[in-house]
């Protein structure tokens, strides 16, 4: 092999890993998160609570510029979906099982970008009676989910939220937020399983308000496009072919008129 097939051969196989590395830049995530087993229990009366309704939404959006979104309002059961190229997203709650989930994932290639966003939510109103003054009141409930992601050489997750919350008249009684982030070259795989509770003071024959939302979140993971560089030094290498081939052609012109 002389000089010459030994710097193209050189110059395309560097051209193949920059298009290599490039494509390895894609990225991949999701997040997954339910709440289950609500708990309402006074120390002492009786709870008088209204049945539970229910309502999910789900929105996706990528750099291509779709936008897909969907809300049901229950109010017994809920299903949102929502699904574009890169990105979908999904929510649902029962209120006949106390359960509300929320969930995302996104797959991207290079040049590419996309964020969703999913909730699940149970709303009721309640009071204790049955006495006077205040009474303590435990609240609880199960908080599973799911988060997962990997990033090549360029891309990047700038958010991947897991978010379980309970409010009393729209303050937080319980509340659980698992937010992720990860640079280039990256993984990550994490579980969640756990019960939140509190105990909060209340009033007798007061009438209170409780929101429960399970809550995915992922923003946008992003990853360039094949890099300038490899088409650059692509294009070098095709000049350079061009001109060694016209020199030849010369060459031989001139050796037959010899």
């Known amino acids: 092999m002389n000089a010459l097939s030994r710097f193209l051969c050189r110059g395309v196989g560097v051209i193949a890993a920059l298009l ?4 390895q830049a894609a990225l991949a995530s999701m997040v997954s998160v339910s709440i289950s087993q609500l708990m309402i229990t006074p120390g002492a009366g009786t709870l008088v609570i209204d049945p539970w309704t229910a309502n999910a939404s789900a929105v996706a959006h990528n750099s291509l510029g779709e936008v897909d979104g969907s809300f049901h309002p229950g109010p017994l059961l809920a299903n949102a979906s929502s699904s ?11 209120a006949a099982d106390l359960l509300a989930s929320a969930s995302g994932n996104i797959d991207l290639i290079p040049g590419s970008a996309a964020d969703t966003t ?21 609240f609880s409930m199960q908080v599973d989910g799911h988060q ?5 050489a360029f891309g990047h997750v700038d958010i991947n939220s897991l978010i379980a919350t309970l409010e009393l008249d729209g303050a937080s009684v319980l509340f659980l937020h698992n937010p992720i ?3 280039a070259n990256a993984s990550f795989d994490v579980t969640t399983s756990t019960t939140l509770s509190a105990t909060v003071s209340l009033n007798f024959d007061t009438e209170y ?3 429960a939302l399970a809550d995915g979140e992922l923003g946008e993971g992003e990853t360039p496009e094949p ?11 095709g000049s350079t072919l061009a001109r060694l081939q016209a020199r030849r052609s010369r060459a031989g012109v001139r050796h037959a008129h010899a």
């Open 20 to 23: 290599g590395l490039s494509m």
């Open 84 to 94: 574009i190229g890169f990105a979908d997203a999904s929510g649902h709650a029962s």
């Open 118 to 138: 999913a909730l699940g939510a149970l709303f009721t109103r309640f009071m204790i009676t049955g006495g006077t003054g205040s009474v303590d009141v435990k």
């Open 148 to 152: 997962a992601g990997s990033t090549g």
């Open 181 to 183: 982030t990860a640079g």
């Open 209 to 211: 308000q409780l929101f």
């Open 227 to 237: 890099g300038t560089a490899a088409l650059v030094l692509a294009a070098a290498v």
